[in-house]
C-alpha cells in the first residue's frame, strides 16, 4: 500500500508549492537510479517519491487527493453507490491521465520486467498529465539519461545513452571598425569568466556569428561543452561612414584650397594621411584613396572615399566680400543650369 506522498517528501500537508518542489529535487537526486545501480531499495525509494509528487506536486491531484477522491497512489477512492467502471468498464476512465497506464515506479512485469523479484530491472514511468512534466522537467536538470527502462524501452521520456552536451552560450560583441581593419585579435570577455583572443574575420558584417567551440556551458552531466556563439554588432563610427569594405569620409577644406589647390591631411583608420586636393575642386568632389578601406574576404582592402567639403569661416571679412561681389560681376555662371 502506498504511504502518504506527504510523509514520503517530508513536507507537511501545508507545503508550499516551492517547498514540495524543493523536497522532491534533493530526494530523486538522491535516490536516482543511475547513481544508486547496485543498490535495489535505493531504487524503490526513488519510485515512491516519484510518484509521490506525481500526487502533491500537481495541484489538480493534490486538490483531489486532500478530498479523499484518490489514494496515495492516485487510484480513485470507491464509496458507496460508486459504479465500478461505467459504461466503458474502465474504472479509471473518469480521472485522466490513469487509464490504462501504470503508475510511476511500478515494476515492469512485462517482458524484461523483472517482475516483483530483486527489483534491478525497473520501468520508471512517468505520467503524461500536467504532473509528470514538472517531474521530466525538474529530473533532466540533473540527470543524464533518466531512468533505465526494462527490455531497451525509454523510460518518461529519459532513456539512456551518453551524457547530455552543455548548451550553447550567445554573447553579442560590439565591435568598431579600427576592430574590423586590425590584423590583431580581439580579447572577448564571455559571461562564464573566461577571457579568450578572437580573430575577426576579413570581410565580417553586421550580425555575423562567430562560433567557438567547447566555449559554451558545461554539461550539468559530464557531457561535451556547449559552444560560444558571437554575434557582432558594428559601431557606428564618429568619422567615417561604411559602404561594404569602402569607407567614406566628409572632408572640410578651405575655399582657397578648393580653389587653387593643396596638400592636406586626412584621417584614416590607420593614422592620418597626406592627400592632394586638385586645383578647382568643388564642394561634393570626391577623391579615392585605394587600400585604405575594410580587409575583404578575398584578401585586398576596400578603398577610403573623402568627399570634400567647402568650408567658409563664419566671419567673413569686408574685403573678401567686396571681392566676391566683383567677382560676380565680372565672371557670372551658373552652377545649376545644367
Partial sequence: ?????????????????????????????????????????????FSEVNSAYEIVGDKEKRAKFDRGEIDAAGQPRFHAGFGTGGASGDPFSGFGGFSGFGRGGSQNTGAGGGGGGGGQNRTWRFTSGDGGAGVDEILREFMAGGGRAGGGERAGGFGGGAPERGQDLDVVVTVTLEDLASDEKLRVSLPTGRTVDVRIPAGAEQDQQIRLRGLGHESPTGGQPGDAILTLRIAAHPVFQREGQNLRLDLPVTLYDAALGAKVRAPTLGGSVNITVPAGSSGGKTLRLRGLGLPTKSGGRGDLLVTLQIDLPDDLPDDFLEMMRRWREDHPYQPRSS
Avoid: C, W
Avoid at 500500500?1 to 513536507?11: E, I, Q, S
Avoid at 530526494?27 to 545501480?37: E, F, G, I, Q, V
Fill in 1 to 45: 500500500m502506498a504511504r502518504d506522498p506527504y510523509t514520503v517528501l517530508g513536507v507537511s500537508k501545508s507545503a508550499s508549492e516551492s517547498e514540495i518542489k524543493s523536497a522532491f529535487r534533493r530526494l530523486a537526486k538522491r535516490y536516482h537510479p543511475d547513481t544508486n545501480s547496485n543498490d535495489p531499495k535505493a531504487q524503490e525509494r
